[in-house]
């Protein structure tokens, strides 16, 4: 009776209730081992004939049963207790994981990631393709890399360009993220400037494949990629959807006028960047089956993409120095680029946004002769450019790095695949070509029409309150000091922060990196940055 009464409120208690002193002996087990015990002999004691074998069978059954569960308990808890090491272990592990492998300074950015996609990626096309898609990923996840701690927060680094005031001199060139398809991961690795495109006004596929070269040994690249291009309406689509998220997320509602609230100003960001100090640069170019000779035509493809795009931009860079579509680079020439640059800043002025973005041509490296950079020169004050970037990938071959290096057998066959050479041996060209510009630049402007706009301007301040007494003397403004100086961008070669530091010495207000970011991975920005910061501390001490 005794037995089967326990056994009966055994089972009524329920697996929770028996749960709970298996807990317990998981901390006793030798304390009920012998209660459990006990009560077998009371059962076999004081029942009568027939049911007492009945009950003892049950009754020990179901001793056994507990004795069996008693047992089992301290495994149980031992494996529970496991899981939550295990469990806690792997929470550490990914949270951990998580705060350094989203940060910019972990070496594993470069050491483990860019090897990593080398390996997995043969093709740099595949490569350039994964790097993004997963970088897109990771920051609709919030798991993106970023420069934690604010290190522009300084300072030490920050610049004016176009009035504003950025947090840094670095940018990010055109071509790493063609369709802009992650602006802001990229604005998150830390540069004050990303350039996204170039685009064409119709979609266009570029050269066949392959048409992306690796040369590891030099950290340098060659692209035929011939802008490949989704086209521009398919670039305004996703800018303005970008512009409409960010309205959103900062309270302005999903109506129209909060994208337009947000491009005229009422965020209190760039309307391109939409991040303090930061600006977003978008690059137009032609599409390859418009006919260089007609030049109408040329102006209208570059005009589409400013209309469908301005609004979008904080700068428009205008591309005629890719090597890799046919007859691009005669654009350079002085007469077809003024007409071409002045389409352009007159579709960038009438831009329906409260500021307008500012116009630069990216010029290539190669047209170097003395009458070409004159000619340049004098097609960005004549159509009224903003400024420059100096330059893009080259058509020449430089000699490998260091000097007398001979290249591998497999790297010297890549040499001869057609397209543009980018990479650290461009630098001493770069920021020799940045001071060539900067220095004509900086001289009076050259065209007719502008030099005639400065004279009447001179004369108008030099005849000012002509018959008033005691006028103090007025010293003409100089020509040159009457239009804002033009701004220069350097790209080509630049991977470090003495390099960086240098070619703004030579004149540029931003230095700009793509091949440096392919080999050094997402935190090349911050590590740039931080060597400018011990650079321009070195000086001063
Ligand atoms: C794969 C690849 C694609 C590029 N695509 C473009 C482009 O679409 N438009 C452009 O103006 N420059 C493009 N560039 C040139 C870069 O923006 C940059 O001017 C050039 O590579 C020199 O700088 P770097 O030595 O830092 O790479 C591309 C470069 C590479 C390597």
Redo the contacts with the bound molecule.
Sequence with gaps: MVANSVALAWKAAGPRARALPSFRCAQRPSILRNHAVAPRHGAVRYASETTTTKAADTASATIEAAAETVKEAPKKAGRGARRIVLGTSLALTLLVGYVYGTDTRASAHRYGVVPLIRLLCPD?EDA?HLGVDTLKTLYQYGLHPRERGNPDGDGALTTEVFGYTLANPIGI????D?HAEVPDPLFEIGPAIV?V??TTPLPQDGNPRPR?FRLPSQK??I?R?G?NSKGADHMAAILEQRVRDFAYAQGFGLHEQAVERVLNGDASVPPGSLVPGKLLAV?V?KNKATPDSDIEAVKRDYVYCVDRLAKYADIL?V?V??PNTPGLRDLQATAPLTAILKAVVGAAKGVDRATKPFVMV?VSPDEDADEQVSGICEAVWGSGVDGV?V???TNRRPEPLPQGFTLPQKEQTTLQETG?Y???Q??DR?VALVARYRALLDETPVTPEQAGEAQAETARVVHAEPDAENVPPVNPPSVAAQFPRKVLFA?????NGAQAQAALNAGASVA???????YGGMGTVTRVKQEMREERQLKKD
């Design positions: 740099a350039h060139s055109g071509g790493l063609k350039e495109g170039g992306v340098a690249m692209n990629y802008l690059q170019a860079v591309n120095s890719s990216k970037i330059g893009n990938t543009g980018s990479g650290p461009l630098f770069t790209s080509g070669g630049i991977t700009m990196m793509y091949t440096g970011v392919v």
